[in-house]
């Protein structure tokens, strides 16, 4: 698979890294490309640096990692490359997102699904796409004020199919649990079926097990602020550290 990386810095650099190891061709953008001389070199080819928009041309799929305050400008520069295209927002917003209502999420969480399976094994899959957790976080998000940092990003550019993903982690922590038992669970958010697939087979690629935490609403839980962001969990637990988020909320 062809990707592009908006965004080299720590997260975005070591992602691009990871993927290009993983077999993809990778090519990322960076405004110091001088600082990816020694990834670059390590990758034989499958890693290279473009502009942002041949990124964004170059890529079937598309990380965008920039920092926050760069954000709106890299989707100026890149709408038109990105429509039609997954795109997996790693960003989280420099403050905090606002809290919903009190009482927005009156109702039972209920459902479990994920357990410590491989993440390669049709019914954890299967889980990861459909399972009744996200379902009923989307539920509870209809009827909640305020907005994501991914809906913005969707505002921003609606023709790309927007996902979020690996935003919650710190780099240093994913590349000490990256494939190694027990799974990490890596948190996705979207209302896009092919972008949720797409996102989870990267995210199988990179040594970690996808699960699904919702449509694009439900993403204020991981980002800055959100009960999820910086929390490490193994896949067979994610289940109830959702609930608990969710909780939270109420």
């Known amino acids: 698979m062809r990707i592009g990386v908006i965004g080299a810095g720590r997260l975005g650099g070591t992602l691009a890294t990871w993927c290009a190891e993983s077999g993809h061709d990778v090519a990322v953008t960076s405004r110091h490309p001088e600082q990816l001389r020694e990834r670059l070199d390590r990758m034989n080819g499958r890693l290279r640096v473009m502009s942002i928009h041949q990124a964004a041309s170059f890529g079937e799929v598309v990380l965008f990692a920039p920092n926050w305050s ?135 690629d990179l040594g970690f097990a996808p699960f699904y935490a919702g449509g694009a609403k439900a993403a204020r839980l991981t980002e800055t602020g959100g009960p999820l962001q910086s929390c490490e969990v193994d896949v067979k637990d994610a289940t109830d550290a959702l609930a608990e988020a969710l909780s939270t909320l109420r």
């Open 70 to 204: 760069s954000a709106k400008e890299a989707v100026d520069q890149t709408r038109s490359a990105l429509a039609g295209k997954v795109v997996i927002d790693a960003t989280n917003p420099a403050d905090e997102v606002p809290s919903p209502p009190a009482g927005a999420f009156a109702g039972a969480f209920t459902g479990s699904f994920l357990t410590g399976a491989s993440t390669k094994s049709t019914p954890l899959m299967a889980a990861a796409l459909t399972g009744p957790a996200g379902e009923a976080g989307d539920r509870m998000f209809a009827h909640a004020g305020g907005k994501s940092n991914l809906e913005t990003l969707i505002e921003w550019a609606p023709g790309a199919h927007w996902v979020k993903a690996f935003n919650t982690i710190p780099t240093d922590v994913l590349s000490r649990r990256r494939g190694h038992d027990p799974l990490m669970a890596e948190f996705v958010c979207t209302d896009e079926r092919d972008a949720r697939e797409t996102a989870c087979r990267i995210i199988r």
